[in-house]
Protein backbone atom coordinates (compact mmCIF):
# COMPACT_ATOMS: atom_id res chain seq x y z
CA UNK A 1 0.00 0.00 0.00
CA UNK A 2 2.58 2.48 -0.37
CA UNK A 3 3.53 2.41 -3.89
CA UNK A 4 1.59 1.92 -7.03
CA UNK A 5 2.74 -0.12 -9.60
CA UNK A 6 2.09 -0.49 -13.56
CA UNK A 7 3.18 -3.34 -15.34
CA UNK A 8 3.69 -4.04 -19.08
CA UNK A 9 2.24 -7.22 -20.83
CA UNK A 10 3.30 -9.04 -24.07
CA UNK A 11 2.10 -12.09 -25.36
CA UNK A 12 1.09 -12.65 -21.74
CA UNK A 13 4.76 -11.87 -20.05
CA UNK A 14 5.82 -9.66 -18.27
CA UNK A 15 7.45 -7.28 -20.49
CA UNK A 16 8.02 -4.60 -17.74
CA UNK A 17 7.42 -2.43 -15.08
CA UNK A 18 7.38 1.37 -13.05
CA UNK A 19 6.52 1.88 -9.39
CA UNK A 20 5.46 5.45 -8.05
CA UNK A 21 5.50 6.24 -4.60
CA UNK A 22 3.79 9.35 -3.41
CA UNK A 23 5.43 12.28 -2.07
CA UNK A 24 3.98 15.67 -1.38
CA UNK A 25 5.56 19.49 -1.98
CA UNK A 26 5.84 22.07 0.76
CA UNK A 27 6.74 24.20 -1.89
CA UNK A 28 4.30 23.69 -3.71
CA UNK A 29 1.73 22.53 -0.84
CA UNK A 30 0.53 19.65 -3.72
CA UNK A 31 1.20 15.80 -3.80
CA UNK A 32 3.88 14.61 -6.36
CA UNK A 33 4.92 11.70 -7.50
CA UNK A 34 8.27 10.12 -7.88
CA UNK A 35 8.82 7.52 -10.54
CA UNK A 36 11.56 5.57 -8.65
CA UNK A 37 11.35 2.43 -10.80
CA UNK A 38 11.15 1.81 -14.60
CA UNK A 39 12.55 -1.56 -16.30
CA UNK A 40 11.95 -2.76 -19.48
CA UNK A 41 12.90 -6.32 -20.42
CA UNK A 42 15.93 -6.61 -22.70
CA UNK A 43 13.23 -8.09 -25.24
CA UNK A 44 10.95 -5.61 -25.27
CA UNK A 45 13.19 -2.56 -25.96
CA UNK A 46 12.71 -0.18 -28.03
CA UNK A 47 9.38 -1.63 -28.48
CA UNK A 48 6.98 1.22 -26.82
CA UNK A 49 7.14 -0.91 -23.30
CA UNK A 50 8.91 2.39 -21.69
CA UNK A 51 6.84 4.81 -23.47
CA UNK A 52 3.72 3.04 -22.44
CA UNK A 53 4.72 2.59 -18.87
CA UNK A 54 6.12 6.85 -18.57
CA UNK A 55 2.02 7.58 -19.87
CA UNK A 56 0.07 5.13 -17.77
CA UNK A 57 2.53 6.80 -14.66
CA UNK A 58 1.71 9.94 -15.96
CA UNK A 59 -2.17 9.65 -16.47
CA UNK A 60 -2.71 8.11 -13.42
CA UNK A 61 -0.68 10.78 -11.33
CA UNK A 62 -2.89 13.76 -13.26
CA UNK A 63 -6.01 11.94 -12.06
CA UNK A 64 -4.93 11.82 -8.48
CA UNK A 65 -4.30 15.69 -8.99
CA UNK A 66 -0.65 15.53 -8.62
CA UNK A 67 1.54 18.50 -9.83
CA UNK A 68 4.36 16.39 -11.50
CA UNK A 69 6.36 13.48 -11.12
CA UNK A 70 10.28 13.26 -10.52
CA UNK A 71 12.88 10.75 -11.24
CA UNK A 72 16.48 10.55 -11.50
CA UNK A 73 18.77 8.97 -14.05
CA UNK A 74 22.27 9.06 -14.09
CA UNK A 75 23.67 11.16 -16.78
CA UNK A 76 25.48 7.87 -18.50
CA UNK A 77 22.17 6.09 -19.28
CA UNK A 78 21.81 8.30 -22.64
CA UNK A 79 18.84 5.49 -23.84
CA UNK A 80 16.67 6.48 -20.18
CA UNK A 81 17.40 10.10 -21.04
CA UNK A 82 16.47 10.00 -24.45
CA UNK A 83 13.15 8.47 -23.66
CA UNK A 84 11.95 10.95 -21.13
CA UNK A 85 13.04 13.82 -23.32
CA UNK A 86 11.05 11.88 -26.34
CA UNK A 87 8.15 11.60 -23.48
CA UNK A 88 8.06 15.42 -22.78
CA UNK A 89 9.86 15.39 -19.66
CA UNK A 90 12.32 17.96 -18.71
CA UNK A 91 15.97 17.86 -17.61
CA UNK A 92 17.54 19.63 -14.87
CA UNK A 93 21.09 18.23 -14.09
CA UNK A 94 20.32 15.10 -12.60
CA UNK A 95 16.69 15.02 -12.10
CA UNK A 96 13.56 14.84 -14.67
CA UNK A 97 10.60 16.70 -14.03
CA UNK A 98 7.16 16.54 -15.55
CA UNK A 99 5.86 19.54 -15.51
CA UNK A 100 2.31 19.29 -18.16
CA UNK A 101 0.44 18.65 -15.06
CA UNK A 102 -1.14 21.96 -14.11
Do not use: C, H
Not at 23 to 32: A, D, F, K, L
Not at 47 to 73: C, M, P, Q, Y
Amino acid sequence: GESVVFVAMRDSVMAGFTQLYPMYSSVRTERTWILNDLYVDAGARRGGVGRALLDAAAKFARADGATGISLETGRDNAAARALYRAAGWNEDATQWYSLAFK
